[in-house]
C-alpha cells in the first residue's frame, strides 16, 4: 500500500485505491467497445481515426506511466513498461493495440519521435564541446565494437550454440556491436544529466560506433552473399559516412547563420524560426540515411551545427516562469527591471530548442511505447531461449563496460559503460537479416530479440541509479 | 520589379533578382539530385528518411509562400498556390514530389493537420458563443445545402450535361452542398477575424452542413444501390450524428474539468497537460467518425468544450513578448510589477492553446499543401471540361451565396456567403463515388474536380478583400 500511496501522492489509502479502480474500470470497457467500433469503422476516414485514439492513449498511458518517478525511476523506463503492456493485452484477449506494431504510420511517427529526440540533444551540444571529448568516444566506441565481436564470434558463439555454422557465430558478434542511443540519451535527459562529459562521450561514441556499425554490415553482407569482401567496397562505406560527418561540419556549420540570415529577409515570424530549425534537424536525417548511416546520427549532427544565435533576426517571445518569482522580490525597480531583462534574454536563447520539445512531447513517446511493444512476453517463456539469452547478454553487457573502462581519469567509468549498452534497431536489422539469409534460426533469434530487450530494460534503472550516487 | 521589392522588402531591385536567382539556382540542382539519391535509397529506413525530406521542403516552402502577406492575400493561399506549383513539377519533368499526393503517411500527416486546426479554432471559442449564433448557423446551413442541391440537380444539370441519367444530376446536386470549413476557417485565422459573429456562424453552419452532407449521402448510396431509402435508415444516420453533438457537450463538458483533476494528481508536469489537452482532440476527431461525421467535426466539438481553467492544476509557464516593452515604460515600481502580472496571467490561461498551436506549425503547412497538390493543371487544357466546369461554379457559389443573406442584420451576410464557399474532401468522396458506381463520366468528375479546385482558390483572396472592407 506505501508504494502505491507514493504512486498517487496521498497519505489515505482508500483515495489511492479509488483512483486505480477508476482508472481500470474505465479503461477496460471503454477498449473493448473501442475494439468493437473500430472494426465496424465509420463513413469517412475511420482508419485514420483509430490512428487519432492510439495516439491519444499512448500520449496519456505515456505520461500516466511517469508515476515510476515517485519510485525514484526515469520516465523513459515508464513508456518502455506501458509499451510492454500494451503489446502483450492479446495475452488477455484485447487485441485492440495489436495492428499498431505493424503500422506503418505508427512506425513513421515512433521514428519522426526518436528523430526529433536526438535533434533536441545536439541542440543542447556543440560541436567544440563533442571535439572535447572525440578521443574519449573513439577509444569506447572502438573497444565497444571490438569486444562484444570477438565475444560473440569466438567465445558465446560456440560455447551457447554448438554446431552452427562459422557465419553464425559472425552474425552473433555483429549483432552485439551497434549501440542504440536514443534510450540512454533520454534516461540522461530525463535526469538532466545530458550536459555531463560522460553523456557526451556515450553520445559521440554512439555515432563512430553507427558508422563502425555500417561497415560491419556491409562487410558481413558482402561475406555471405559473395564469400569476400574486398577493401575498396569497404573502403567506400566508410568514406561516404565520414564525407557526411564532415561535411555536416565544414560545410553545415558556416551554411546555418547563412540560411537564418536568408529565410528572416522573407518573414521573421516565429513560423518561419520554427519551419528553419525543424527543417534543418529533418534535412540532415534524411542525409544521413542517403549515405547508410541512422537518420538519428543525422538528426544529431544537425543539432551539434545549429546554434540559437544564427536565428537571432526572428522573433522571440520568450518562455518566463521565473518572473512570478521575482515579482514577489522588493529590490529597487532598476534592480527589478535589469532581473527581468535577464531572463528574458536568457529564455530567447533557449527559445529554438523549446520548438522542438514541445514537438517531441507528441512524438517522442511514441517512440519508446512502440519500442516497448515490440517486447513480447512469450519469448520469456521458453526456459532454453531464456538461458541462451542470458549467457548472450552477459557477453553484450561485459563488451560494453569494458568499453567504458578506456576513459582516461575523472570520468564515471561505469556511466559510459552502462550508457553504451542499449542495442536496438541496428541489432534487430542485423538479426532479421541473418533469419532471412538461413544463417540463424528460429530459437536464436528469439534469443538475440530477448537479449535487445534485456539490454534495453536494464539501462534505464542501471543508469539512473549510478548518477544519483554521485 | 516593385512587385519583386514589395515581396522581399528590398529597395534594391537588383538585391531581390539575386535572392530570387539564388533560391532558384539552389533548389532545382538539389531537387534533381535528390531525386536521382531517393531512387537509390540507403540502407537504414530510406523510405522513411525520404518523407523527413519532404516535410522539411514542404515547412520551408510554406513559409516562403507567406510573401504572398505582403501583396496583402491570407498565407493559406500561398501554401495552397506552392503546393499547385509541387504537385505540378511533372510537367517540368522533376517527378521528385509525385509520390507524395499518393502517400498514406503524408496523408495522415495532412489531415491531422486540419484537426489539429481545427481543434485550436474550437478552443478560441465556446459552446455558449456558438449557441448565440446557433439559429443563424442552422438556417445558413439549411438554405446552402437546399439550394445547391436543388440547382445542381434540377438546373445545371440537365443544361450542363443533357442526356446524362436522374441519378448523375442527383450525385452533381450532392457534390455542391457541404462545404469544407478548413480553408475559410484558416482564413479567418490569418486575417485575424475566427472571433467574430460572421467567423462563428460559418464554422456553425459547416458543422450542420457536415450532418446534412452525411444524412445526403447515406439517402445516395440507398438509392443508387436499392433503388429506395427507409426513413428509418434516414432517422438512424441522423440520430447517430446528433448523439455525438449533443453528448459531447452534455457528457464532455462535465468530464473535461474532471479530467483535468484527476490526471494533475498524477503529474502536474507540462507534458501531462499537453498529453492530455492533445489527446481530447484526437478521442473527439476518432469518436466523430465512429458515428461517421468527418473527423474535423470532432476536432472542432472538442475543442469547444474544452477550457483552459480546465486544467489549472498543471504548471503555467508563460510565453511573454510584451514584456520587454513594459521593460521600456518609466512607471512606478509598483505599476510596473502589476502589469508584470497582468501580462503572466494572461498568458497562463493562453497557455493551453499555444501548445496547439506549436503542433500545428508543424502539421497544418502539410494539409494546405498537399491540398494544392491535388490541383492537376492539365484539367484546365481541355476547353469543353473548362466551360462546364464554370457553369458548374457559378451555381456553386451562388448557392452558398443565397445563404449568407438568410443572416439578421448586423451580420456582413457576403463574408457569411463567401466563407461558405469551399467545397473539400466531403465533395471529392461524393465525386469518387459517383465515378467508381458508373453515375459519372471522367469528363463531368474532371469537371467536378475542377470546381473544387476553383472554390478554394477563390475564397482565401475574395474573404480577405471583404474582410478589409469592414
Not at 507514493?6 to 486505480?20: E, T
Not at 493485452?89 to 513513421?108: D, K, W
Not at 521575482?326 to 525597480?333: K, L, M, W, Y
Request: neutral net charge; aromatic residues 8%.
Amino acid at each position: 500500500m506505501t508504494f502505491l500511496n507514493n504512486l498517487f501522492g496521498y497519505r489515505n489509502a482508500r483515495v489511492s485505491l479509488v483512483l486505480l479502480t477508476l482508472i481500470t474500470s474505465l479503461v477496460i470497457p471503454a477498449l473493448s467497445y473501442a475494439t468493437e467500433a473500430s472494426q465496424g469503422g465509420g463513413e469517412h476516414g475511420s482508419n485514420i481515426a483509430v490512428i487519432f485514439l492510439w495516439i491519444a492513449i499512448i500520449l496519456i498511458l505515456a505520461k500516466v506511466s511517469a508515476l515510476v518517478e515517485r519510485v525514484g525511476q526515469p520516465a523513459v523506463l515508464g513508456e518502455i513498461l506501458m509499451g510492454i503492456c500494451l503489446g502483450n493485452l492479446p495475452l488477455l484477449g484485447i487485441y485492440f493495440f495489436a495492428p499498431m506494431v505493424s503500422n506503418e504510420i505508427m512506425h513513421f511517427l515512433a521514428e519522426l519521435g526518436v528523430v526529433i529526440l536526438l535533434f533536441y540533444i545536439g541542440m543542447e551540444s556543440s560541436v567544440e564541446s563533442m571535439a572535447k571529448v572525440g578521443v574519449q568516444s573513439f577509444l569506447v566506441a572502438t573497444v565497444g565494437v571490438v569486444v562484444p565481436f570477438v565475444l560473440g564470434t569466438y567465445v558465446a558463439g560456440p560455447i551457447l550454440m554448438p554446431g552452427q555454422s562459422a557465419n553464425t557465430y559472425l552474425f552473433l558478434g555483429s549483432i552485439l556491436t551497434a549501440t542504440s542511443v536514443g534510450i540512454t540519451a533520454r534516461v540522461l535527459k530525463d535526469i538532466g544529466k545530458s550536459q555531463t562529459s560522460e553523456s557526451k562521450i556515450i553520445i559521440g561514441a554512439a555515432v563512430i560506433d553507427d558508422v563502425m556499425g555500417l561497415v560491419i554490415l556491409g562487410v558481413i553482407s558482402a561475406i555471405v552473399f559473395k564469400g569476400s569482401v574486398s577493401m575498396a567496397e569497404m573502403g567506400i562505406i566508410l568514406a561516404k559516412a565520414i564525407v557526411f560527418l564532415v561535411g555536416a561540419v565544414l560545410i553545415g556549420m558556416p551554411l546555418a547563420p547563412f540560411l537564418g540570415k536568408f529565410f528572416s529577409k522573407i518573414h521573421t515570424g516565429i513560423g518561419m524560426k520554427f519551419a528553419l530549425v525543424i527543417s534543418f534537424g529533418l534535412v540532415f536525417a534524411y542525409l544521413a540515411s542517403l549515405v547508410g548511416l541512422a537518420p538519428i546520427v543525422g538528426a544529431f549532427a544537425g543539432g551539434l551545427i545549429l546554434k540559437p544565435v544564427h536565428f537571432k533576426a526572428f522573433e522571440n517571445p520568450t518562455i518566463v516562469d521565473e518572473i512570478e518569482e521575482v515579482v514577489h522580490g522588493d529590490e529597487s525597480r532598476g534592480a527589478f527591471v535589469a532581473k527581468i531583462r535577464g531572463i528574458t534574454e536568457s529564455h530567447s536563447e533557449k527559445h529554438t530548442e523549446d520548438f522542438v520539445d514541445h514537438l517531441g512531447h507528441f512524438f517522442v513517446p511514441i517512440f519508446f511505447v512502440i519500442t516497448g511493444m515490440q517486447v513480447k512476453l512469450e519469448a520469456f517463456m521458453d526456459i532454453k531461449i531464456v538461458l541462451m539469452s542470458l549467457g548472450i547478454f552477459v557477453v553484450a553487457v561485459i563488451g560494453k563496460i569494458v568499453a567504458g573502462f578506456v576513459c582516461g581519469k575523472g570520468i564515471n567509468k561505469w556511466v559510459v559503460g552502462v550508457g553504451m549498452i542499449p542495442r536496438g534497431e541496428v541489432g534487430l536489422i542485423f538479426a532479421n537479416m541473418g533469419k532471412s539469409l538461413g544463417v540463424m534460426d528460429d530459437n536464436i533469434f528469439s534469443a538475440l530479440v530477448v537479449v535487445i530487450m534485456l539490454t534495453t530494460l536494464i539501462t534505464p534503472p542501471v543508469l539512473a541509479a549510478l548518477l544519483k550516487d554521485r
